[in-house]
Every structure is written in C-alpha cells, then in structure tokens.
C-alpha cells in the first residue's frame, strides 16, 4: 500500500493519496482545490488516481473533488447520507457514484469502506482502509472532520455556516452516538485525521500529523467517561467563530464546485491605487503589523502574510467584491502562489497588485501616510479608570472565558464586520488580542470602517497580565461606552453619538446606520478626499499616555 498525506499548512487542512502497490491505481480523499498537486504526485509514484472522494461537504475550503475527478478521468464518490438534514445536491450526487454506511471501493488490493459518522456534518463518512495482501481488519480510518487529534469536529456549523436553524444540538448528540461506535473498534487503529493545529473545524486540534485509536481513547477530551448531556455541553463551549467564507464555501460544495482559473496578476501603480481608495474599494496591505504601524496608506486593511492570512482575509472580505493587495513580493510566481492560495477558500476577485514602492510615491505625492497609534498597558489603565473609553477584545470566545481585561468588549476578529454596529465609532477605542497579531488586523479594519480614534493595546493581553494587572473571568461582556460626551483618548473630546451606537460602512460595503458625525469621520479618516497626515495624528499624544515605540 502507497499512502501519501498532503497538508496545506495555510488551510491546516490534510488530504490522502493511497494506491495499490500491485495495480498502480489510487484514490484521493478530500482534495483542496490545487489539483496539480494531486495529478504531480501520481504521476511521480507511477500510479493513476482512479478514484476521488470526500469525508463531507467542507466549510473551510474549495473542495477539488470535483475537478481533480474529471482531471483524472477518475470515478468519483460522494456521500448519499444525511440528505434529509443537508447533503450534497442532486445535480452534485449525479454525476457521482453514491456511498452510504458500509460501502466499500476497492482500489486493487485496497479496501476503502465507508462508516456514516454524522456529528460535524449530517452526511459524514469516515473511510475504513485495509490492506487486503495482508487481512482484512482494517488498518487506519480517515476521519475526516470527525476525529482529530486531541479534538473533535465541531457540530455547530450546519446552523452557524449553512443556515440549519435549530440543527446544532442534535448534531452535538449525533456525533457523541458516533464516537459511542468508534470506541468499539480496535486500539491499533490509526486514526488519519482531515485538519491540524489551526484549524477552525475544532477548538483544539493537536499538531501531529496522525495518532491511534488508543491514544485518542486516553487523551482526547471527547472520548473521557460522560454522559451525552456533558458532551454535548462541552463540545457546544468556545468553538471558535467561523469566518464568514464558511457559508459560501458549504453552498459551493454542495453542488460541486467549478474550478475558477488563475489569472496572472495585475500589477498596477498609484493612480490605480489612488482610484481604488477613492472607490473605498478593499486594498489589503499585506506586510508586517510593525511596518503598516509605522506607516500605511489610509483606508488600507492590514492582513499580514502567513498562517493565519487565509483564514482573516476569508473573514474580512467578502467573496462578492473585488480588492486589491500591496505586498512586498516582487515574483509573479509568487504572486500566483498567492492567488492561488485565495482560491482555496473560493476568493478569486483580486482586481490588482501593487508593489510595496507604492507607499513611498503615496507619500511624496499625497503627503504622508497614516501610523497606528500604540497603547502600554499602564497607560490603558489610567485612561480606562477616567471613564468613557471601548476596549475591544478581538480573541476568541475561548481566551475570553479564560480571562479578560475589566469592562472590555468582546468581539472576536471574525465577527468584527457583523458586529461593528455595536461600536460607537465616534467615541474613543483601544484595541487588544493576546499578543497583538489579531488586534492589528482589527485596528486597521475599524480605520478602514471610519473609525477614527483608535489605538492598539501592544503586546496585547499577555502584557497586560505581566504588568499584573486586573483581570475578570466569567463569560459576561460589560460595555462601558461612555453616554455622555465620551473623551478622546487622544485628548480630543469625541461627540455624544447623535443616535446610540453607529457605523461608518459595515463590512459588506452597505452604508448602515450612520450619523453625520460618523460619516466625517470616515471621509476624513479613509483619507479619501485628502489624506490625514500620521503627523497630525501622533502631534496629540495626551499627557497622560504613554505611547509606546
Ligand atoms: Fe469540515
């Protein structure tokens, strides 16, 4: 038996190549969407991918299934379980050969059986691989979205990311009853999971690549003595948020979806970036949150570049509109890369490219750029204790429970584009995550949105509890947006809100509630018309605060 294991460390997300060594025909199970990646292997193994399926319908990425299938000139399988709650649509499932619970495909001298282990998904197969040269008691198990290492597959997304209303607590009890059979299977089984660490399909995923029934019976949570009822509580508790792609990803997959085509990237230079800030179109800057800090284009929204990049773009912009990216890359090969990348969670409208050289001639033709404004803890501490300032806490509902600043606001990073309305933009806010990673995104997405006095909390919560300051635990979220006429924390006194909380530009693009204050606020912020100095900003450090470098 051939066994080969893809992870995309972007996605977090883990696929399988397993042929036979006799016949040189293999199968996939749950290919992303770089295709090529699965045709190279093949091809350099010296077998044919004659079968293609997947454990579920994925949230979390453009599923290749489809298209690897028709690339290979292979069968593909797709579940017929779960239909009556949400499966995979007719028009999906005909041009598909159906599995249901105890179907088997067999690949040369391997079988592949399928066991419907309903919980994460209604339709979810977990595949039960033997090596048949050798008996027939089967070897490993491909989880999928089931079991992970250490965690399990969350039961909530039907309802957060489908839609499914009222699904989430029997799909919490469904996938316990699953788990009930899996424990009933051999400890040697080794247990071959669908993600890693950093997925958003668990809440604690380990790293490793792989593990055994056995030790998942001793160490992960979700297998330990409890009743349904404690399961279901628990496994219901902190998930983390699904970034919005989640939605449009589960409706894509369901029908099968077309893969779109790369195009050569579009570089493009200030006018282009002059317009496209005009248009307040999105333009991500993807360099590091040291450098946007120290100096970006207003408007702009900072995604930096690395493992979690996916994961924040595919929250923070919506799949409808198109945007642009600053980056420091140079190579078109890597620009592609990246694009492809986008493509993977089904992102595809990127109208254009500029090079980071963009800032510079931003600068000498628009007359400077914008800074962050950095808040220490103990300067946070004075300014919170005068009253009539919105700490926002960007981390996820998890960390919260752990433990949170005093009176802070809790919206985790995904959620900031639903939720901003509950923000008074006119009123002072600070910024924090744990370590400042996640806050910077945050600042950058509320300036984006019109917010304009705005400062993150450096080195975040981490450096809060260092200094020794106070924390409160509990799961309740007080807000402590001043009513009154809210002090600026840049020592400027903000406006009462003409009409309790409101937004500049939510997310979608869509004007909501916004009173004139907010939308000056906006224009002058978004620097569109003319663009704000960062000197004009950093000239107001107040007394009492001390900013840190
Ligand atoms: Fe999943």
Redesign the pocket.
């Given at each position: 038996m051939l066994f080969r294991r893809f992870y995309d460390e972007n996605l977090a997300q883990a696929s399988y190549m397993i042929a036979c060594e006799k016949t040189r025909e293999a199968i996939v199970v749950d290919p992303n969407s770089d295709v090529a990646q699965y045709t190279r292997a093949a091809g350099s193994d010296r077998v044919r991918i004659a079968h293609v399926t997947e454990t579920?319908i994925?949230?979390?990425f453009l599923s290749g299934a489809h298209a690897l299938a028709k690339a290979a000139g292979a069968a593909l399988h797709l579940s017929g379980e779960g239909r009556k709650e949400w499966g995979y649509t007719s028009a999906a499932l005909e041009v598909a050969n159906l599995l249901r619970d105890g179907s088997h495909v067999d690949i040369g001298q391997i079988r592949v059986r399928a066991a419907h282990t309903p919980g994460?998904?209604p339709e979810h197969l977990s595949f039960f691989v033997s090596d048949l040269a050798r008996g027939q008691d089967p070897v490993g198990a491909l989880t999928?979205?089931f079991v992970f290492v250490g965690d399990v597959?969350r039961p909530d997304?039907l309802e957060r990311a489908a839609g499914v209303k009222g699904s989430t607590e029997g799909s919490a009890r469904e996938l316990f009853q699953s788990l009930g059979r899996l424990r009933a299977e051999p400890d040697h089984l080794q247990i071959w999971p669908?993600h890693g660490a950093g997925s958003a399909?668990g809440k604690s995923l380990g790293s490793m690549p792989q593990s055994t029934l056995g030790y998942e019976k001793l160490f992960n949570w979700a297998f330990a003595e409890q009743s349904e009822e404690e399961f279901v509580a628990k496994v219901l508790q902190d998930q983390p948020v699904p970034p919005r792609y989640f939605a449009v990803m589960k409706r894509v997959n369901r029908v099968g979806a077309e893969q779109p085509t790369i195009a050569d990237p579009a570089w493009m230079g200030l006018t282009e970036l002059e317009n496209a800030i005009g248009r307040r179109a999105t333009v991500i800057d993807t360099r590091s949150a040291d450098k946007f800090a120290a100096g970006h284009v207003p408007g702009t929204l900072n995604i930096p570049l690395g493992k979690s990049f996916l994961n924040w773009t595919g929250a923070l912009v919506p799949e409808t509109e198109e945007f642009y990216f600053i980056t420091e890359t140079e190579s078109d090969e890597a620009m592609k890369s990246l694009l492809g990348d986008l493509r993977k969670i089904g992102l595809t409208r990127v109208a254009g490219v500029f090079r980071s050289d963009v800032l510079r001639e931003w600068k000498s033709h628009r007359g400077g750029l914008e800074q962050v404004q950095q808040l220490d803890p103990t300067s946070l501490k004075k300014v919170a204790a005068e009253g009539g300032l919105q700490i926002v806490d960007v981390r996820s509902p998890e960390e919260w429970s752990g433990g949170h600043l005093p009176g802070a606001i809790h919206i985790p990073l995904a959620q900031l584009p639903d939720r901003i309305r509950e923000l008074d933009v006119t009123a002072p806010i600070v910024v924090h995550c744990r370590g400042g990673g996640r806050s910077s995104i945050a600042t950058s997405f509320l300036k984006s949105q019109g917010v304009s006095d705005i400062s993150n909390l450096a080195g975040g919560f981490d450096e809060w509890v260092a200094e020794g300051f106070e924390v409160e635990s509990g799961k309740s979220a007080k807000h402590v947006v001043g009513r009154k006429s809210a002090k600026s924390i840049n020592g400027r006194n903000s406006a009462k809100p003409s009409s309790g909380r409101t937004s500049a530009k939510s997310a979608h693009g869509r004007k909501s509630r916004t009173s004139p204050r907010a939308r000056n606020a906006a224009k002058r912020v978004g620097g569109r018309n003319d663009a704000t100095s960062a000197s004009g900003r950093q000239s107001v450090t107040s007394s009492r605060r001390r900013l840190k470098k």
């Open positions: 579920h994925h949230a979390d994460h998904t999928g979205d597959g997304l669908g399909c």
